[in-house]
């Protein structure tokens, strides 16, 4: 495949975050980007050359951002497969392929894929009807996690339930969805590990990091994961597999439990750069996003080296202000570097940004932990006439 070399056009769909910190790379490497969201002035659309505004769904506007583009990327999975597919049928360059997104856009798909490739996973069943859910609740068993099989992030279109009550209820709130049923996963710890591959198949993979959340969404990520060797050893076998399995070009994550006799089942896979790995950007000699527009363009994935320890931090918006707090006394510590996503609107649990700490190789993750506990309180949002 031919390498695509700066001064080229790489094309985004998705105005989010994920779209904003690769178009940052990209612009740095010396590309020009273009991008489509439909809402003007989106994080990605403030440092794009070029925005489409239109809805994903729009496949005239997908195929002029198509005709701008020397190959295009997603920044998030609910895009539509038809886009992707259109876009392939055209000879447009898009990475990942509509076979990997058909797959990680769809839990029912995504964990058959896993069990296929003997990769372990939760033990789940797909519901649709009331009978579908009595069979799961017999079959599969409590606790479970009743999520919807397509259009769910950070923990929306889910449902812990414990008993047949609650299932029933989860149940009416999401009729007429198609859905999974999932064992709950007694797990230790989360884990999650970005992976790269190119074009012509050169394949790269990042440090573990263990992932913790706080209501379903992502709070911290800390690299090292402080799990044995063997763990991470495993962990980076998965992502290869499910790399080869997917044919897979681009950057992707997979999200773990860990089960307490050490075992691994995959959670999911996010085929895009993944907030876990927004640590890579000041911590590794390769970014997860300059890893994606390499791997797209064809050019050389050397390996990342983790240069520090390092725990990242999401900055949630509270709903009492749009202004954020702090920032002075956060940045006080010369190892913080704050990442904020150009989003005026700081409505409850909305990503406004991250801040990455860095500490020396070496660092207990407890102690990251703490730290980075410690430099979150300094946050907080507030209007601006309460300055
Ligand atoms: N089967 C499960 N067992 C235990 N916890 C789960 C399970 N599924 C989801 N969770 C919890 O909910 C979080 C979000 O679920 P996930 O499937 O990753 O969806 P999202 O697309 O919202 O990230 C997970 O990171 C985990 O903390
Ligand atoms: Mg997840």
Same mark, same amino acid.
């Not at 489409?52 to 539509?80: K, P």
């Not at 980076?236 to 950057?251: W, Y």
């Not at 996003?289 to 900055?315: G, H, K, W, Y």
């Given at each position: 495949?031919?390498?695509?070399?700066?001064?080229?056009?790489? =094309? #985004?769909?998705?105005?989010?975050?994920?779209?904003?910190?690769?178009?940052?790379?990209?612009?740095?490497?010396?590309?020009?980007?273009?991008?489509? $969201? *439909?809402?003007?002035?989106?994080?990605?659309?403030?440092?794009?050359?070029?925005?489409? /505004?239109?809805?994903?769904?729009?496949?005239?506007? /997908?195929?002029?951002?198509?005709?701008?583009?020397?190959?295009?990327?997603?920044?998030?999975?609910?895009?539509?497969?038809?886009?992707?597919?259109?876009?392939?049928?055209?000879?447009?360059? #898009?990475?990942?392929?509509?076979?990997?997104?058909?797959?990680?856009?769809?839990?029912?798909?995504?964990?058959?894929?896993?069990?296929?490739?003997? #990769?372990?996973?939760?033990?789940?069943? @797909?519901?649709?009807?009331?009978? $579908?859910?009595?069979? @799961?609740?017999?079959?599969? =068993?409590? *606790? +479970?996690?009743?999520?919807? +099989?397509? =259009?769910?992030?950070?923990?929306?279109?889910?449902?812990?339930?414990?008993?047949?009550?609650?299932?029933?209820? @989860?149940?009416?709130?999401?009729?007429? %969805?198609?859905?999974?049923?999932?064992?709950?996963?007694?797990?230790?710890?989360?884990?999650?590990?970005?992976?790269?591959?190119?074009?012509?198949?050169?394949?790269?993979?990042?440090?573990?990091?263990?992932?913790?959340?706080?209501?379903?969404?992502?709070?911290?990520?800390? /690299?090292? @994961?402080?799990?044995?060797?063997?763990?991470?050893?495993?962990?980076?076998?998965?992502?290869?597999? #499910?790399?080869?399995?997917? !044919?897979?070009?681009?950057?992707?994550?997979?999200?773990?439990?860990?089960?307490?006799?050490?075992?691994?089942?995959?959670?999911?896979?996010?085929?895009?750069?993944?907030?876990?790995?927004?640590?890579?950007?000041?911590?590794?000699?390769?970014?997860?996003?300059?890893?994606?527009?390499?791997?797209?363009? !064809?050019?050389?994935? &050397?390996?990342?080296?983790?240069?520090?320890? +390092?725990?990242?931090?999401?900055?949630?918006?509270? =709903?009492?202000? !749009?202004?954020?707090?702090?920032?002075?006394?956060?940045?006080? !510590? *010369?190892?913080?570097?704050?990442?904020?996503?150009?989003?005026?609107?700081?409505?409850?649990?909305?990503?406004?940004?991250?801040?990455?700490?860095?500490?020396? &190789?070496?660092?207990?993750?407890?102690?990251?932990?703490?730290?980075?506990?410690?430099?979150?309180? %300094?946050?907080?949002?507030?209007?601006?006439? +309460?300055?």
């Amino acid at each position: 495949m031919r390498a695509i070399s700066p001064e080229a056009t790489i =094309g #985004i769909l998705g105005g989010g975050q994920l779209g904003r910190m690769l178009a940052l790379d990209a612009k740095r490497m010396g590309y020009r980007v273009a991008m489509l $969201d *439909p809402t003007p002035n989106s994080p990605c659309g403030q440092i794009a050359d070029q925005q489409v /505004v239109a809805s994903y769904g729009d496949l005239a506007a /997908v195929q002029r951002l198509g005709v701008m583009c020397d190959a295009v990327t997603y920044e998030f999975e609910n895009v539509d497969v038809r886009a992707v597919e259109l876009l392939e049928g055209s000879g447009v360059r #898009i990475a990942p392929g509509s076979r990997a997104l058909r797959v990680a856009q769809h839990r029912l798909r995504e964990k058959r894929f896993l069990r296929d490739q003997d #990769i372990a996973v939760t033990p789940f069943a @797909a519901v649709t009807t009331a009978d $579908d859910l009595t069979s @799961a609740g017999e079959h599969v =068993g409590y *606790p +479970a996690v009743i999520k919807t +099989a397509a =259009g769910g992030y950070d923990g929306k279109g889910q449902a812990v339930v414990h008993t047949r009550a609650q299932a029933l209820q @989860a149940f009416e709130r999401l009729r007429g %969805r198609e859905l999974i049923w999932e064992r709950f996963a007694p797990f230790t710890r989360e884990l999650g590990i970005i992976c790269a591959r190119s074009e012509s198949g050169q394949m790269v993979t990042y440090p573990l990091t263990q992932n913790i959340h706080e209501e379903n969404i992502l709070a911290f990520s800390v /690299v090292p @994961a402080g799990v044995p060797a063997p763990v991470e050893e495993r962990a980076r076998e998965i992502a290869q597999r #499910i790399a080869l399995g997917l !044919d897979f070009v681009g950057t992707f994550c997979v999200e773990f439990f860990l089960l307490p006799d050490g075992e691994l089942l995959v959670n999911e896979i996010a085929p895009r750069p993944h907030n876990s790995g927004h640590y890579t950007i000041d911590a590794c000699t390769l970014s997860q996003f300059e890893a994606q527009l390499r791997a797209i363009c !064809d050019l050389p994935l &050397p390996a990342p080296r983790l240069t520090s320890s +390092a725990v990242m931090v999401n900055i949630l918006g509270s =709903g009492s202000g !749009d202004r954020l707090l702090g920032i002075p006394e956060l940045l006080s !510590d *010369p190892a913080v570097s704050l990442h904020l996503y150009g989003k005026r609107q700081a409505l409850a649990r909305r990503k406004m940004g991250h801040f990455t700490l860095l500490r020396d &190789p070496g660092t207990p993750p407890a102690q990251l932990l703490q730290t980075a506990r410690e430099a979150r309180k %300094r946050l907080s949002w507030g209007s601006a006439s +309460a300055l």
